[in-house]
């Protein structure tokens, strides 16, 4: 005589698997977006550290084209850094005449559930109002 499962175990497993993944897929999605985010930091870092070397030896900040959204492998070149560019655009903005001179750098959230949410850093460390690109992933 075999032995095989009944309608009624099956339909438990697959509504026991249903919950599985009315909990786990959002977790993993606000997981996703916290690595990208995370991307993001490490590349506004990259762009931080470098423009204090790029300052230290042209005593000025250097900047992408004000025209475009992102900064290009060219001026990636000239700051010797490489920053992802699968989630975000980067863009780095630089006033020459300020006293002492000063630069903004931008990554913006390029798609995805918090598209269009930036994070900002400056000379001085990241912009503290620039963070809401957070409650995007908390809210997910």
């Known amino acids: ?13 697959v ?5 599985l993944m009315a909990i786990g897929i959002p977790q993993y999605r606000k997981a996703l977006e916290r690595a990208k985010g ?4 490490a590349g506004l870092g990259h762009i931080q550290e470098a423009e204090k070397v790029y300052y230290a030896s042209k005593e000025v900040y250097h900047q992408c084209d ?5 900064c290009t492998d060219a001026e990636e070149k000239i700051l010797d850094i490489s920053l992802p560019q ?8 630089a006033d020459p005449t300020a ?4 630069f903004t750098a931008t990554a913006t959230r390029r798609a995805g559930p918090c598209n269009g949410k930036i994070i900002v850093v400056d000379q001085a460390g990241p912009v503290p109002a620039s963070n ?3 409650p995007c992933v908390d809210n997910l």
Do not use: H, Q
């Not at 009944?6 to 438990?12: C, N, Q």
């Not at 006293?99 to 000063?102: K, T």
């Open 1 to 13: 005589m075999r032995r095989a499962f009944t309608l009624v175990e099956l339909i438990v497993v």
């Open 15 to 19: 509504i026991i698997i249903g919950i």
């Open 38 to 41: 995370a991307e993001a930091y």
């Open 66 to 70: 004000a025209g475009t959204i992102e």
């Open 86 to 93: 699968s989630a975000w655009w980067f863009k780095i903005l």
């Open 99 to 102: 006293d002492p001179p000063v």
């Open 132 to 134: 809401d690109w957070t």
